[in-house]
């Protein structure tokens, strides 16, 4: 997990779970100011309000981004579990679920979670955007 700073706030960045929806800063959902692929840091959180950084992780529907203040991450505990299936995507689950591995291992999992529905992952459970890359139609 990649982070970056300012003041009582962490952006947490996991690349990995990134299905590259451009959400955080392509269009009307984006703050380039902030979240910005084409420079690096990629991530600049000096350049706009904690609050304004806030609502804009949250609409993050993979996960990769998460928030931390004072160091501890932040879970919407109010958030009801909703799975909602991407076209020609992920399952893009919201909420609090525990994943149940083959060897009995669990990990519970908070805000969002993007699940591979196309097999090309090399992160699975979790969707990695290779389906974008192997043309998945689902
Ligand atoms: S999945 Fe999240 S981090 Fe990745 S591009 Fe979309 S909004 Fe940004
Ligand atoms: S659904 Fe995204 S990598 Fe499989």
């Known amino acids: 997990m990649k982070q970056y700073k300012k003041d009582t706030l962490t952006i947490n960045w996991e690349p990995e779970k990134c299905i590259h929806s451009t959400k955080c800063w392509r269009g009307e959902t984006g703050l380039p100011t902030v979240f910005n692929p084409k420079e690096k840091p990629w991530i600049k959180p000096e350049n706009e309000e904690i609050e304004t950084i806030i609502a804009h992780i949250k609409q993050c529907p993979s996960g990769a981004l998460s928030y931390s203040l004072n ?68």
């Open 71 to 138: 160091d501890e991450i932040v879970v919407d505990t109010n958030a009801a579990t909703s799975i909602t299936i991407l076209a020609n995507g992920p399952l893009l689950c919201t909420g609090k679920i525990k994943i149940i591995y083959p060897n009995g291992n669990e990990e519970e999992k908070t805000n969002n979670t993007a699940l591979c529905r196309c097999g090309a992952s090399a992160n699975k459970p979790f969707c990695d955007g290779n389906h974008a890359k192997v043309g998945f139609k689902g």
